[in-house]
């Protein structure tokens, strides 16, 4: 599971993130709580819409491929 969320980000929100001059780094997922870690970066690390990037964006595209996953949190 951790290699297809990998996937994922590497393949789908990465290059979103990064042509607006952020990034995302995965750090590990919970089967238990179904939770994704993740670390922004660059300009998304500081940036005051990195909560909804998080929730309307990363969080969304994941559910989409994975409906087991119930949250998403940056670390």
Not at 56 to 62: D, K, P, Q, T
């Amino acid at each position: 599971m951790k290699e297809k969320i990998q996937k994922v980000i590497e393949e789908k929100i990465r290059p979103y993130l990064e042509a607006d001059g952020g990034g995302i780094e995965f750090v590990e997922y919970d089967e238990k709580s179904g939770t994704v870690k993740v670390r922004l970066q660059g300009a998304c690390a500081g940036c005051p819409g990195a909560r909804m990037t998080l929730s309307m964006g990363v969080e969304a595209a994941l559910k989409e491929e994975f409906p087991e996953i119930q949250k998403v949190v940056a670390v």
